[in-house]
């Protein structure tokens, strides 16, 4: 599903590598968590895998495709259809519903353009799906964190991705919705074929998936044995 | 980007910032109203300038005199005709609708008639050119056309002192036999003339005053050849004028007949040639802009254009116009800088907006196309606004005209000339000023990534 080899990262006008010669290989149906401390480099990691950061040295190939490659148009597709993206500041919209919010790429084409009435049932379907079911009407400002935060996996699951890709999920909720939404993201797993790549800091122990990485000056260490 | 989706997108955007949306839009209104209102003045005049008090679609272009001047005498020199050759070249200039020529009755010509007008039967010498009834057509109709050079349509015999019916004149009858009744000529005079003897004229010899459409039909009966200062020694014909319309195309003083009829008394009671040459020839243009080069052309062709100032009016008009114009441009662009102003700040508020939108799937162009499409609408809706302030400052100010001033000759109904196409290119103006406002902050704003974006907010 993913292969990455020799990822390096600077920012602009930095001095140094973020990321140090990356080298990864996920599998199809994998869950794998990232940790590492904060500002190690989770985010930058995700965000080059997720084609919303294309200043990189390296290969990153998603399903084949080599994402350092591909034009504007094709890289806004990738992110439409292939990859669905939690935020971890959830970067909804305040000013649509949640429902709106959830279809929005359905204005950019998501689905082949289906139709209003189509578009609104995938939306609700996807909002029940992270147990939200009847906050399609309501706005974003009117929810608490945890319920927020499903909005923002059920937006990331409305094109029905192969790669959902979740920026410390639980880094902004108390321990107990956190448990939830991770209990969450196990029932997805398994009951759609997705392919999970979750960043946490070094803190949040409750990690969930099978793989756990971890990331330390720039560079990937792996922790074979399964977590749970 | 789907059409429902852009049209959805569009409409929560402007629902949501429509305080700046519609501080940008403002601008562009009031300058299009204005640009609107003073090009709807500036056509307007122009229309009335041009098409009435100097009607400068048609030219008369005249031989090149080559006159030299000799005390009181003026010595003609040279071809001082155009003949059909030359009609020819005219009318083969780009930009040529059609060309009338003119000959004048090089014949001396005495009226008499009156009575039943004013009471008094009076004689007069005559002074008459010959146009192409086409010329007319528009002000005069068919009444004033070239008749038969076999008059005798009536077909009625009359004898030495009956009548014909309808004005027709009865020719040939003498003590030896019947005559024949005639058409009369169809004349046109000029309206100066009704005016000039409603004036002075009447008032002078105490004669009543005259309604010109009532003169309409009134027959002349006129000698061709004959004259009061100078016996003829050709022959004289008698015939019969019936006054068929006015026109500004007729000569000032004296009585404008169909050419035909002209050319036909200058052969038979003018000097030698006089039916072969024309004495000048009004040419009409397709369009008032191709005016000047039918001009130059014509001078070309070793022509003199006489305009009676239509050429000096159509320059300090357009020159007018282009600075209204001008003047117009320059505020419309000051707006479009200021919708530039409100696109950069839109594009600054909705950074991360724009940032989510890209890491659902919206490519560049997608939102570029959206930027865009916004300001096309704004720009569209502020023209709108634009074109609906104009047309009521149009109708306020004409009220204020027309009831406001004085009479005065030309006075129009309407000072403004608020055409479609002048609407329809004000929205565009509009829409493309805005479009172009907006071009560099939506440029501005897809360029970094999204990542870059989003984790800056
Ligand atoms: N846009 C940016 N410009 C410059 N430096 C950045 C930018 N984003 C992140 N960094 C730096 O890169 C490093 C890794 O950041 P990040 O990937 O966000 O870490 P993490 O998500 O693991 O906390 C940090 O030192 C951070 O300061
Ligand atoms: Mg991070």
Not at chain 1, 55 to 65: I, S, Y
Not at chain 1, 111 to 121: D, H, L, N, V, W
Not at chain 2, 77 to 88: E, N, P, Q, S
Request: aromatic share 6%; hydrophobic share 45%.
């Amino acid at each position: 599903m993913i292969r990455i080899n020799g990822l390096c990262k600077r920012y602009p006008g930095s001095e140094v590598d973020v990321l140090k010669g990356i080298d990864l290989e996920i599998a199809a149906g994998d869950f794998v968590s990232l940790v590492g401390r904060s500002g190690c480099g989770k985010t930058t990691l995700l965000n080059i895998v997720g084609g919303l950061d294309f200043d990189f040295e390296g290969r990153v190939e998603v399903d084949g495709r080599d994402i350092g490659s591909l034009a504007d148009r094709d890289l806004a597709r990738y992110r439409r259809d292939t990859v669905g993206f939690v935020f971890q500041a959830y970067h909804l919209l305040d000013h649509l519903s949640c429902a709106e919010n959830v279809a929005l790429a359905a204005r950019f084409g998501a689905g082949g353009g289906s139709g209003a009435k189509r578009e609104r049932a995938r939306a609700e379907e996807v909002l029940e799906s992270v147990g939200l079911a009847g906050a399609a009407d309501r706005r974003p400002t009117r929810l608490s964190g945890g319920e927020r935060q499903r909005v923002a996996v059920a937006r990331a699951l409305f094109n029905r991705p192969r790669l959902l890709l979740l920026d410390e999920p639980t880094g902004n909720l108390d321990t107990a919705t956190g448990g939830e939404i991770l209990d969450l993201l196990s029932t997805l797993h398994s009951e759609m074929a997705l392919t999970i790549l979750a960043a946490t800091h070094d803190g949040a122990i409750e990690a969930v998936g099978r793989r756990l990485l971890r990331i330390s000056d720039g560079r990937l260490a792996e922790r074979l044995e399964d977590v749970r | 980007m789907t059409a429902r989706g852009l049209w959805r997108s569009v409409r929560d955007d402007l629902g949501r910032h429509w305080r700046h949306v519609g501080a940008g839009a403002l601008g562009i209104a009031v300058s299009i109203a204005a640009l609107v209102f003073f090009l709807a003045l500036g056509l307007g005049v122009r229309t009335v300038l041009l098409g009435e008090v100097f009607p400068v679609d048609r030219i008369e272009v005249f031989p090149r005199s080559t006159d030299l001047n000799l005390l009181a005498l003026k010595l003609e020199l040279g071809k001082d005709t155009i003949d059909d050759a030359m009609v020819g070249k005219l009318e083969a200039i780009d930009g040529v609708a059609a060309v009338y020529p003119k000959m004048r009755l090089l014949a001396p010509a005495l009226a008499t008639g009156g009575e039943s007008l004013i009471g008094t039967g009076m004689q007069t010498e005559l002074v008459a050119d010959g146009i192409d009834p086409a010329l007319v057509a528009d002000d005069v109709g068919a009444a004033f056309h070239d008749p038969l050079v076999d008059r005798s349509v009536i077909g009625l015999a009359c004898g030495e002192n009956s009548t014909c019916p309808g004005g027709a004149i009865c020719v040939g009858a003498s003590v030896f036999g019947p005559g024949e009744c005639r058409e009369a000529i169809p004349v046109i005079v000029s309206e100066h003339m009704v005016e000039l003897y409603n004036g002075a004229f009447r008032r002078a010899y105490r004669l009543p005053k005259v309604n010109p459409q009532a003169l309409i039909g009134l027959g002349i009966d006129v000698s061709f050849g004959a004259s009061s200062l100078r016996p003829s020694g050709r022959r004289v014909a008698r015939d019969r004028v019936v006054l068929a319309g006015f026109s500004d195309a007729a000569i000032p003083l004296g009585i404008t007949m169909p050419l035909g009829f002209v050319r036909r008394l200058n052969r038979e009671l003018g000097p030698d040639g006089a039916g072969d040459g024309y004495h000048s020839a009004v040419v009409e243009s397709a369009s008032r802009n191709a005016v000047a080069g039918i001009v130059t052309a014509s001078e070309h062709l070793g022509l003199e254009v006489r305009d009676g100032g239509a050429r000096r009016a159509s320059f300090f008009m357009t020159v007018a116009l282009a600075a209204v114009s001008l003047i117009g441009i320059v505020i419309l662009a000051v707006s479009a800088l200021h919708v530039m102003h409100v696109f950069a700040l839109l594009v600054m508020i909705r950074r991360r907006e724009i940032g989510v939108m890209r890491a659902v799937g919206a490519s560049r162009a997608d939102v570029r196309l959206l930027l865009m499409t916004e300001a096309a609408v704004v720009g569209f809706a502020a023209g709108l606004c634009g074109l609906i302030g104009a047309a009521v400052l149009v109708r306020a100010a004409d009220r204020a005209l027309t009831s406001g001033l004085p009479d005065f000759p030309f006075k129009p109904e309407s000072f403004f000339a608020f055409d479609p196409w002048l609407a329809a290119a004000a929205l565009t103006l509009a829409v493309a000023s805005c479009v172009l406002g907006a071009l560099a902050p939506s440029l501005r704003a897809t360029g970094p990534d999204p990542a870059e974006v989003l984790s800056s907010t």
